[in-house]
Nanobody, 125 residues
């Protein structure tokens, strides 16, 4: 079993920054992609960003392009989400996910096998 532990959420003013971390207890053969999703109250879970472990491929939702950066530390089995220029609409619970989706499925939460417990990000106006 793989455990994903997120950290780094909190309360920040609009325009501010936060850095989320996701540490995986181990990596399995099928765990080729790490992703971040978020869910705001009353809304469905949505894709934010993803990165492949083995190659320099990153993927972003249009709503965060240019503001968020996903990165990884292979030696630490850890993925980061640097969030800048935060907006109130970024307020949500952010979840880390791991899986082996093909490129066309990277944006789909159903393609991921493991999930973290979530960390709250609140952006005040």
């Amino acid at each position: 079993q793989v455990q994903l532990v997120e950290s780094g959420g909190g309360l920040v003013q609009a325009g501010g920054s936060l850095r989320l971390s996701c540490a995986a207890s181990r990596r399995t053969f099928g765990m080729t992609v790490m992703g971040w999703f978020r869910q705001a109250p009353g809304k469905e879970r949505e894709f934010v960003a993803a990165i492949r472990w083995s190659v320099r491929s990153t993927y972003y939702a249009d709503s965060v392009k240019g503001r968020f950066t996903i990165s990884k530390d292979n030696a630490k089995n850890t993925v980061y989400l640097e969030m800048n220029s935060l907006k109130p609409e970024d307020t949500a619970v952010y979840y880390c996910a791991a899986g082996g989706p093909i490129t066309t499925m990277i944006l789909s939460s159903s393609a991921y096998n493991y999930w973290g417990q979530g960390t709250q990000v609140t952006v005040s106006s």
